[in-house]
Structures are given as structure tokens and as C-alpha cells.
């Protein structure tokens, strides 16, 4: 399988070395690497020459956008401006973070994966973080949902979901829509990636707003939004992304924001999600 992979950064000194070494050296190497360096100001553009002057396969372009790190349209922006420089001869394109570590087995793991199902069109391994000088998974999600930083899609789901949308939230909404239209969803738990940076941790305090935007935007409605929030507030532990979520989905709610979704996308998502909130209690 041909593996395209997209890596957006900014400002990722600290890490993008670790991330790409383990990239080149895969027992199954991509076909093509991007990495968008989206304005960094730091050592970032030279971290990332050098790979490329050493790897034919890997490339590099360099952007202008926000200097604020907003999850959602800032780094898909990012994404898609790499993926234009690439042809579409590919069966896997991936997007992935530049604060990652992968084993060296990732990319033929993931393979794997897709070649043993035909109906699997999103799938990863799971992220870990660091604590106390041991690696315990970054419980932001359930093991069962591929994470942002991580994202690998088969080419005829990334095709069928629409791509990623430049919004908050583009990270849930990609798995939904995967399986409105009968698609899988698989995350091999044996493949712990170390994720050097856990996630939340450079968004900016205007950030913490959007997420309950993003639920209002996938029409998961009043009750599922609140429960929605309360499931995530309990795995962070902070009562207060229970609020500010909330916070976000009335003020969404309010100014009447475009949905990302149709009503019909809308009403397999809340069937859906209310159907696995069950299936935890009975």
C-alpha cells in the first residue's frame, strides 16, 4: 500500500526531529512525506530541510496563517495545503502531528489493518503521553476512536466523507461520517505512539469555546451536547471544560452558526451516539 502522509507545523523545534527519524525509519516507508511549515519561528524550517535534503520522498512547503493555535481550521488549512503539492497515486493518506514517536512497524501495522478489511476507511494506533517518567494513554477519547494526531484514511473513504472541514470538530465529524456511509472505524491497541505534546496543551484561552461550537455545528442537539460534555469534562477531569463547552454550544446555539452537517447526516450522528451511550448501561 502507498502511504501519503501530510505532517502541518508550527513551531515544533522540540519535536519534529523525533517524529520524522521515526518515519524513515519504518519497516514500511511511506511513499511520500510532506511537511507544511506553517510560519514557524523557530528551528522548525531547518529541522525540516534537512530531512529533505536527505530523503527524496520527503518535501516541504512553507505557509502564512494565524499565529494563534486554534484547533481546527488552522491546522486542516495546513493539511490541505500540503496534500495540494501531492497526485492522488495513493491508497492511504495520512495526517499526522509533528510531537509524535511511532514504532517502527506503524505504517506496515496500519497496512495491515486496511488490507484485512475491506470495509475499515479510517484507522491508527493510540496515542500515549508521558507522566511521572512512565507512558499512559491520553484519555481524551475512548480507545476505540482514532485521534486527530493520527489520522490514517483509506483514499475511497477520505473521498466519500467529503475530506476534512476546516472547523473545530473536524476530527470527530471525519469518523461519523466514515460510518453514515458504512464505513469502519479501527484503532490496533497494541501500537502505542508516544505523543510529546498532550493534546490542549498550546491552545490559546480562545480556544475553549469551540468545542462546544463544534457540537451544536454536528447537530448533536441540546441533551447529547450535555452529555457529550460531561463524558469528556470526566475523562480530563476538569469540571470547567463542562462549562466552557456548554458555554460554547448555547452561544453557537444562539447566533444561529452554519451546521457542518445535513439534517439527515444529523439525525444517523445523534442515533448513533446515543445508541453506544446506551450500549455502556445496558
Avoid at 490496533?188 to 484561552?205: A, E, F, I, N, Q
Wanted: charged share 25%; glycine share 6%.
Amino acid at each position: 500500500m502507498d502511504f501519503y502522509i501530510v505532517i502541518p507545523a508550527y513551531n515544533e523545534e522540540k519535536y519534529l526531529k523525533k517524529t520524522l527519524d521515526s518515519l524513515v525509519n519504518q519497516s514500511h516507508l511511506p511513499k511520500q512525506l510532506v511537511v507544511v511549515n506553517d510560519d514557524s519561528t523557530d528551528d522548525t524550517p531547518n529541522i525540516i530541510n534537512a530531512f529533505v535534503k536527505q530523503y527524496d520522498w520527503i518535501t516541504s512547503i512553507t505557509i502564512s496563517s494565524s499565529k494563534e493555535h486554534i484547533p481546527g481550521s488552522k491546522v486542516v488549512n495546513a493539511f490541505y495545503k500540503g496534500l495540494e503539492t501531492l497526485d492522488d497515486n495513493y491508497d492511504i493518506v495520512c495526517k499526522f502531528d509533528g510531537d509524535l514517536i511511532f514504532p517502527d512497524t506503524y505504517l506496515e501495522s496500519i497496512a495491515g489493518l486496511f488490507e484485512s478489511d475491506k470495509t475499515i476507511g479510517i484507522a491508527s494506533g493510540l496515542p500515549y503521553v508521558k507522566q511521572n517518567n512512565k507512558w499512559f494513554f491520553e484519555k481524551v477519547a475512548s480507545k476505540n476512536h482514532v485521534r486527530g494526531p493520527l489520522k490514517a484514511y483509506k483514499k475511497a473513504c477520505f473521498e466519500k466523507i467529503g475530506g476534512l472541514k476546516h472547523s473545530i470538530g473536524w476530527d470527530t465529524l471525519d469518523v461519523l461520517l466514515a460510518q453514515y456511509h458504512g464505513w469502519r472505524i479501527v484503532t490496533d491497541k497494541s501500537l502505542h505512539v508516544k505523543h510529546l505534546k498532550p493534546t490542549g496543551k498550546s491552545y490559546t484561552k480562545k480556544s475553549k469555546y469551540l468545542q462546544g461550537e463544534a457540537l451544536y455545528k454536528m447537530r448533536f442537539g441540546f441533551v447529547l451536547g450535555l452529555l457529550s460534555a460531561l463524558k469528556s469534562a470526566f475523562n480530563r477531569k476538569q469540571i470547567s471544560y463542562f462549562f466552557n463547552t456548554m458555554r460554547g454550544f448555547l452561544k453557537a446555539r444562539n447566533e444561529r452558526i452554519p451546521f457542518m452537517v445535513t439534517k439527515e447526516e444529523g439525525r444517523f450522528i445523534r442515533k448513533f451516539r446515543f445508541k453506544n451511550i446506551l450500549k455502556k448501561f445496558f
